[in-house]
Structures are given as structure tokens and as C-alpha cells.
Nanobody, 115 residues
Framework: QVQLVESGGGLVQPGGSLRLSCAAS????????MGWYRQAPGKQRELVVS???????STAGAVKGRFTISRDNAKNTVNLQMNSLKPEDTAVYYC?????????WGQGTQVTVSS
């Protein structure tokens, strides 16, 4: 079983930056894709950005050029650097990771962009 714990959410003004971190623990043999989803009130959960074990990334158009994902395979961590934040980025951000058997989710961390 794999557990994911996120940190780094909070309140930030428009144009500001935040860095989210996610650490995987438990029985980890091999983590394939990792990344971040987000869910705003009244909306479906959407993929923000993902990264393969080899470092290939896929980024949603709404955040391209502003959000950057990185991971450390040795530490089983994934980070999300969010710059130039906008009010529409306000959401609960969820870390996810896939191993060879199933996917896992973190508990979510709130990001609020407001003046």
C-alpha cells in the first residue's frame, strides 16, 4: 500500500507563487506516472500536470508556461511549482501516483488565489 501526503497549499495573491510537494511512503516497489489533479467547487477533477518516471511531462493548456512539475525517483517525491497564479487556479490540488497494480491519491491541499 502506498500513501501520498501533500503539503504547501495556502492563500496567495494573484500573480504570486506557491510550491506544492507530495511524498509517497509505504510499500513502494515502482512508481510510474505521478502528477497533480485539481478540483474547483462545482467542477470535475481535472489533470493539471503529469510526469513519467523518465521525466516526460504533460501539462494542461490552462497552466502551461506557469506551472512546472518535478520529481525525485530516489525519494519518491513530486513537486509542483506554480507561478503567476490566477483566481481561476483556486481549487483543491490532489497528488496522484501509479504503480504497476493501481493508482493512489493524496488527501488534497487547498490553493486559494485571491486579493
Amino acid at each position: 500500500q502506498v500513501q501520498l501526503v501533500e503539503s504547501g497549499g495556502g492563500l496567495v495573491q494573484p500573480g504570486g507563487s506557491l510550491r506544492l510537494s507530495c511524498a509517497a511512503s509505504g510499500t513502494i516497489f515502482y512508481l510510474d506516472d505521478m502528477g497533480w489533479y485539481r478540483q474547483a467547487p462545482g467542477k470535475q477533477r481535472e489533470l493539471v500536470v503529469s510526469i513519467t518516471r523518465g521525466g516526460s511531462t504533460s501539462t494542461a493548456g490552462a497552466v502551461k508556461g506557469r506551472f512546472t512539475i518535478s520529481r525525485d525517483n530516489a525519494k519518491n517525491t513530486v513537486n509542483l511549482q506554480m507561478n503567476s497564479l490566477k483566481p481561476e487556479d483556486t481549487a483543491v490540488y490532489y497528488c496522484y501516483a501509479n504503480d504497476i497494480t493501481r493508482g493512489y491519491w493524496g488527501q488534497g491541499t487547498q490553493v486559494t488565489v485571491s486579493s
